[in-house]
């Protein structure tokens, strides 16, 4: 375990991002010993409605809580209340230089680098469970179509009344399992969550007709026993995890918006049109399926939900090719007027992050817009610094990406060196110039015949290495027996050879 810390704060720097917090902002820390005060000109007192977080089982850093309120017209107001991180973090203080330069939490499968202190995210700036906090409220009017046909922002005092999680809310949702006990525990809070879930699903019901891709990735969750590492085990999604996800888009197009409405400038989350359309339209007619020759994410999404239909244990890793072709996601600065481009996978035009400000820059930087137009204040940024913070909190966030992925590779190194000359079943998940990647799903036993390879259970650990030999004509999505050649847990190096 300390050699996976070793490597995870090497890499850190070696990506320009700060594996520690200096000494002022250790000070400005100690300094801080309580949370903003809840009363004030303009903020509301919320705090006797039913507030819920759902997230990771280990979260603390809290961002986020929602609450339903159904109206007598069949419509539902949807009452999303973001942690205020600036009431605390001031900007150009110690503490936000060093969220300034690091942009996001960086979470690796050695440890967490947290982009705030943690004495603030999981504590003084966290919605922590029964505890009293200002915050930033998204209030959003829902029909029975799934249409936001109203919206408000505003601060509040609000109190957490019930801190959940993913997989026993899903678990109680889909009818496996008996409410979570703080479900149980709170009187009215079983028909709240299920009043929020059937409102999320009407609007996933609504960015997908207009084009909003069903994706189900398999992302790898490092598992420890007895503080050593033991296992990098599938993370996936949930009916939970779709009901914060379908609020949180609805919530950052009202806030991108919102700024629109008041001339303000916005720093939007884009996904260009996708430059290697032409592979997945290789990979659908590989299935038997036509999609036009130019980018079309409504047809995209069809020919994903016949995949899913159809092959619904492979469809993770055509998930992951798609994720793969359709390139990254970055920030741009949109000025009050221009033209900006939307999101493609979401299948939105408006669309900020404004939702974890305890875990990205982004989000905090759009608070602060958002608190200027609330209050008539002057802008937290000029025009030149938002078009410099927006290129740099895209950089950070992919040298934050590579910092996760290599750990994860470096964790998976440690745990596969017991298995070189073992084969396995993979999936092309990149081809380039640069190499050939494979991520492996199935591990063939001694003397296994090809048969093996189908209907066997997924394996783990999740892990993608490069493919060193053998690898001419191989493109995203094929699939290839590899053998484990080597491993280099330092290097975070797990090299195959295609069988």
Not at 331 to 353: C, I, R
């Given at each position: 375990m300390d050699d996976l810390k070793r490597i995870a704060r090497h890499a850190m720097r070696e990506r320009g991002l700060l594996p520690d917090f200096s000494a002022e902002a250790l000070a400005q820390t100690s300094s801080l010993n309580a949370p903003a005060r809840i009363e004030g000109p303009?903020?509301?007192?919320?705090?006797?409605?039913?507030?819920?977080?759902?997230?990771?089982?280990?979260?603390?850093?809290?961002?986020?809580?929602?609450?339903?309120?159904?109206?007598?017209?069949?419509?539902?107001?949807?009452?999303v209340a973001i942690a205020d991180v600036d009431a605390v973090v001031g900007i150009g203080s110690a503490i936000d230089e060093h969220a300034r330069t690091n942009t996001t939490s960086v979470y690796t499968a050695a440890q967490i680098f947290p982009m705030l202190p943690e004495k603030l995210s999981t504590n003084l700036t966290s919605l922590a469970d029964g505890k009293d906090r200002v915050s930033v409220v998204i209030e959003m009017t829902i029909d029975g179509n799934g249409a936001v046909t109203g919206s408000d922002i505003y601060q509040a005092a609000v109190r957490n009344r019930a801190k959940l999680a993913y997989n026993s809310v899903a678990a109680w949702l889909d009818g496996t399992a008996p409410a979570p006990a703080p479900v149980a525990g709170v009187p009215g809070m079983d028909q709240q969550?299920?009043?929020?879930?059937?409102?999320?699903?009407?609007?996933?019901?609504?960015?997908?007709?207009?084009?909003?891709?069903?994706l189900e990735t398999i992302e790898a969750r490092a598992v420890f026993e007895r503080g050593m590492l033991s296992d990098l085990r599938a993370d996936e999604g949930n009916r939970a995890k779709d009901l914060i996800e379908d609020f949180m888009v609805a919530a950052n197009g009202v806030v991108a918006r919102y700024l629109e409405s008041q001339g303000l400038p916005s720093l939007r989350r884009v996904l260009r049109t996708p430059e290697r359309w032409n592979r997945i339209v290789a990979m659908a007619s590989e299935a038997g399926e036509h999609l036009p020759s130019t980018p079309d994410p409504v047809a995209l999404n069809a020919f994903l939900a016949k995949r899913r239909a159809a092959d619904p244990e492979r469809f993770p890793d055509l998930s992951l090719c798609v994720v793969k072709?359709?390139?990254?996601?970055?920030?741009?600065?949109?000025?009050?007027?221009?033209?900006?481009?939307?999101?493609?996978?979401?299948?939105?035009?408006?669309?900020?992050?404004?939702?974890?400000?305890?875990?990205?820059?982004?989000?905090?930087?759009?608070?602060?817009?958002?608190?200027?137009?609330?209050?008539?204040?002057?802008?937290?940024?000029?025009?030149?610094?938002?078009?410099?913070?927006?290129?740099?909190?895209?950089?950070q966030?992919?040298?934050?990406?590579?910092?996760?992925?290599?750990?994860?590779?470096?964790?998976?190194?440690?745990?596969?060196?017991?298995?070189?000359?073992?084969?396995?079943d993979a999936m092309v998940t990149g081809a380039s110039s640069k190499g050939t990647w494979v991520r492996i799903s199935r591990v063939a036993p001694p003397g296994a015949s090809g048969d093996f390879l189908r209907g066997a259970p997924v394996t783990e650990p999740v892990a993608e290495g490069r493919v060193i030999r053998g690898y001419e004509g191989l493109d995203v999505g094929d699939r290839v027996r590899v053998e484990l050649v080597q491993t280099d847990a330092t290097r975070g190096f797990i090299d195959f050879a295609a069988v």
């Open positions: 303009g903020i509301r007192d919320l705090r006797g409605l039913l507030w819920a977080s759902i997230d990771n089982d280990d979260s603390q850093d809290l961002d986020q809580l929602s609450v339903a309120a159904p109206l007598p017209d069949g419509t539902v107001k949807i009452l969550i299920r009043t929020q879930d059937k409102v999320a699903q009407s609007l996933k019901r609504v960015r997908r007709e207009r084009g909003a891709l069903t072709l359709l390139g990254r996601g970055e920030y741009a600065l949109k000025q009050a007027g221009q033209e900006a481009p939307g999101h493609f996978g979401l299948a939105v035009s408006d669309y900020t992050h404004s939702t974890a400000p305890n875990r990205r820059f982004p989000d905090l930087m759009t608070q602060r817009l958002l608190k200027s137009a609330l209050h008539g204040a002057k802008l937290p940024y000029s025009i030149d610094e938002l078009t410099t913070l927006a290129r740099h909190c895209t950089e966030q992919v040298n934050a990406d590579k910092v996760e992925r290599s750990v994860r590779k470096s964790a998976a190194a440690l745990l596969l060196a017991p298995k070189v000359g073992q084969r396995f």
